[in-house]
């Protein structure tokens, strides 16, 4: 068995916050929280957003309002700052199915106490065990990747390969492990950066090829549904999302079903039709 390590247990729940950033302060709702950290609901009219604003624009916006570090006043319709922490961006979304809130993510500097937690009426659970393979660094050889193809006729941006850490029928991420290999995003930028530079490179809806080794299983497009930064080191996730029936569930599935290592078998379901 692999070795396992720490992660804190999320509860859904929906709390009123007010977010300070760089800019003017925003209205906001808690989706779910835990001990470290928090997944917030801001919506679209507190950043000034119109639902046909653009992800380029978006993280710009993210950018000058929030910042890559922020504090936010938890339950303050009640509790006022009773219950402040300092935040750090750790992810910026923007869903397929949601015009009027963009999803941001958040660590906190300092864990919630035990008092804070009741203070916000919440039984928060202390932290878990996982398996160390959920969370560990990909192996840069692994057979199911993905290419990214830029948007535009530009020379300058080439498709980005990386490997595929998860997928579903609505979504795969990407893990990015070294920033270094997207040269035209400038070092030091935060996450709002990153999405914005990601974004203007290959486009917020662009054009995947998904492939065992140089196999291809399905070409199509894709939305940039979001960036995460899940560790330190300056590597980062990127999710991409389908529209209904469009994506590669299908023919992804039947790659797992045939133990996704024999280049035959994706011979095979190239041949099935097409999704």
């Not at 498709?159 to 979504?171: F, H, K, Q, R, T």
């Not at 300056?234 to 999302?241: A, S, T």
Request: charged residues 25%.
């Amino acid at each position: 068995m692999g070795a396992e390590r720490r992660r804190a247990a999320r509860v859904s729940c929906r709390l009123p916050v007010r977010l300070k950033g760089q800019g003017n302060p925003c209205l906001a709702t808690t989706l779910d929280l835990s001990r470290v950290g928090a997944r917030i609901a801001v919506p679209r009219l507190e950043l000034g957003l119109g639902a046909e604003a653009d992800t380029q624009t978006i993280a710009r916006t993210v950018n000058g309002r929030v910042g890559p570090i922020s504090v936010a006043d938890l339950h303050f319709q009640v509790l006022g700052a009773l219950v402040r922490k300092g935040m750090r961006l750790v992810r910026i979304a923007v869903p397929m199915d949601e015009v009027l809130h963009i999803e941001l993510g958040f660590e906190f500097r300092s864990p919630i106490t035990d008092e804070e937690a009741t203070f916000l009426g919440l039984d928060l659970p202390g932290m878990v065990n996982v398996p160390d393979d959920v969370a560990s660094e990909p192996d840069p050889e692994a057979p199911l990747c993905v290419y990214l193809c830029p948007s535009g006729t530009t020379n300058e941006i080439v498709p980005l390969l990386a490997p595929v850490i998860s997928w579903s029928e609505n979504d795969l991420v990407l893990r990015v492990a070294d920033r270094r290999r997207l040269p035209f995003v400038p070092e030091g930028r935060d996450l709002g950066g990153h999405f914005e530079a990601v974004t203007e490179a290959y486009g917020s809806r662009t054009q995947i090829l998904v492939a065992h080794g140089v196999h291809p299983i399905w070409f199509g497009p894709a939305v940039v549904q979001a960036i995460d930064r899940p560790t330190a080191d300056g590597g980062f996730d990127i999710w991409l999302g389908f529209q209904a029936e469009q994506g590669p569930g299908r023919r992804l599935r039947a790659w797992a079903q045939h133990g996704g290592s024999d280049p035959a078998i994706v011979e095979a379901v190239e041949l099935a039709p097409a999704d």
